[in-house]
């Protein structure tokens, strides 16, 4: 079983970066498909980007293309999430989560295929 803690979350300003880390321990972290979701206030938790075992497949929303980057370091059992030009529909709590159901070659884009779920961590773009 791994657990998962999110850090790296805060205020900024809209335009600018910032970066989202998520510390796993326990189990195999290279076996595991790793995503980001996020919630707004009364909202549901959506999906946000996946990177498969390798870090090779990577899937993204459409709302975060072209501007958030999910990446990880196996050898640092680390997934990031790599936030550019952000907005103040980007306000959420992120969470970073985990699932060993699938191959390499998934993309697992839905909540219930995810099994472990980090508490998140508070971003809050001001415009």
């Known amino acids: 079983q791994v657990q998962l803690v999110e850090s790296g979350g805060g205020t900024v300003q809209a335009g600018d970066s910032l970066r989202l880390s998520c510390a796993a321990s326990?189990?195999?972290?290279?076996?595991?498909?790793m995503g980001w979701f996020r919630q707004a206030p009364g909202k549901e938790r959506e999906f946000v980007a996946t990177?498969?075992?390798?870090?090779?497949?990577?899937d993204y929303a459409d709302s975060v293309k072209g501007r958030f980057t999910i990446s990880r370091d196996n050898a640092k059992n680390t997934v990031y999430l790599q936030m550019n030009s952000v907005k103040a529909e980007d306000t959420a709590v992120y969470y970073c989560?985990?699932?060993?159901?699938?191959?390499?070659?998934?993309?697992?884009?839905?909540?219930?295929?995810?099994?472990?779920w980090g508490q998140g961590t508070q971003v809050t773009v001001s415009s």
């Open positions: 989560a985990a699932t060993d159901r699938y191959s390499d070659y998934a993309t697992p884009r839905r909540r219930l295929q995810y099994d472990y």
């Open positions: 326990g189990g195999t972290f290279s076996r595991y498909h």
């Open positions: 990177a498969s075992w390798s870090g090779g497949n990577t």
